[in-house]
């Protein structure tokens, strides 16, 4: 067995050294083994890049996403703290509330002189002051009727305070431009009483020169509480006016500033009340024009229009339903005239009606 198993040792040590066909195709299986794998390892690498980078792209939109949502984040809770903080900043001062209401510090147009009101278009108008105490300065444009244009182009002060005597009506206008709010070239500090004050003022120095002429009181807006708490106190001492007129009134400055457009944000805010309406009251502001035509006793006309956004066309409704049935005007005429919201009037434009002339007449 010994013998035998020599000559097969070395007949496959000769073939192995010969490179017999057997032992090529097993090298060639394992050469080419290890070429498949090292062309897959240095493969690898090549399609793992575009994947990285592919990775980074979408980290780098995720993080500017996170840094997206935390701005917006932090600008919502700037705004909600903001939103939180403006009644308590009303209720500890009342006095920003009362320039909310006055809105004195804005002058639109800015740009323009009101020293020459004729670089307005107003040719027959007239600018001087006036001024109820001192301290305090009333600035007034006095406009003629426009059948006297052509005379009063470049008359004085003299000639427009003549011109009061002649026979014609004179309107006296009560707007948030008159008295001492600093609204236009006047000089002062707005409140309630300060306007009525200034407006009395007016009224008087009006009727020293007007003779027998009748004088009227058209009040706007925010200017029907200074027009009605004028009336009130010429109605006391017996010196009313011939007739007193409310374009788009209130019932009461807590019910206007409870309807207004603005409180739209607050109005259920718990508190609103407490926050908004209370500082008002506190600055001494009412323009109760609900109580003071209880107590008006000439004729009354009141305009407002349906699609009216600043004061709502109910309180101006309701204005003429309490003063309607009032004693006070049990001699007097008291009328309520409706403008359809097809007119498009809305808060400032009733004067644009046609009607008007015959409405007033």
């Not at 007949?11 to 080419?32: N, W």
């Not at 917006?72 to 001062?93: M, T």
């Not at 014609?168 to 431009?177: I, M, Q, Y």
Request: proline fraction near 7%.
């Amino acid at each position: 067995m010994r013998k035998r198993a020599e000559p097969v040792a070395l007949e496959h040590e000769r073939r192995a050294v010969s490179g017999s066909p057997s032992a090529g195709s097993a090298a060639s299986a394992l050469d080419a083994d290890c070429r498949l794998k090292q062309n897959l390892c240095l493969a690898g690498p090549g399609p793992a890049e575009p994947r990285c980078a592919s990775d980074a792209g979408m980290k780098r939109a995720l993080g500017r996403r996170k840094g997206l949502c935390f701005r917006l984040r932090k600008i919502l809770l700037c705004v909600l703290g903001l939103y939180v903080a403006i009644p308590f900043l009303i209720k500890l001062c009342p006095a920003i509330q009362a320039k909310l209401i006055f809105l004195n510090f804005v002058r639109v147009p800015y740009f323009i002189d009101l020293k020459k009101p004729q670089d307005q278009g107003l040719n027959h108008t007239c600018n001087y002051y006036l001024h109820p105490e001192e301290g305090v300065t009333i600035g007034v444009w006095h406009t003629v009727p426009a059948v006297w244009w052509k005379n009063a182009q470049g008359k004085d002060q003299i000639w427009y305070e003549d011109a009061l005597a002649s026979s014609r009506e004179v309107c006296l206008p009560c707007r948030a431009t008159l008295c001492r709010a600093s609204w236009g070239d006047s000089v002062g500090t707005p409140s309630e009483r300060g306007m009525t004050y200034d407006a009395l003022h007016v009224f008087d120095w009006i009727k020293a020169r007007s003779g027998d002429n009748p004088v009227y009181i058209w009040g706007h807006s925010l200017g029907t509480g200074v027009a009605t708490n004028l009336v009130r106190r010429l109605c006391e001492r017996e010196t009313p006016p011939d007739a007193l007129i409310l374009e788009s009134p209130f019932t009461n400055i807590r019910e206007e500033a409870k309807s207004h457009p603005f409180s739209v944000i607050y109005r259920y805010f718990p508190g609103f009340d407490w926050f908004f309406l209370d500082p008002i009251t506190s600055s001494g502001i009412q323009f109760a024009n609900d109580e003071n035509v209880k107590h008006i006793s000439c004729s009354l006309l009141i305009l407002h229009a349906e699609d009216d956004p600043v004061v709502p066309f109910q309180l101006g409704r309701k204005l003429y339903s309490i003063a309607a049935p009032s004693r006070s005007f049990r001699d007097f005429k008291v009328q309520f005239i409706p403008f359809h919201s097809d007119l498009g009037y809305r808060h400032k434009y009733i004067y644009k009606s046609p009607e008007l002339p015959r409405i007033l007449r």
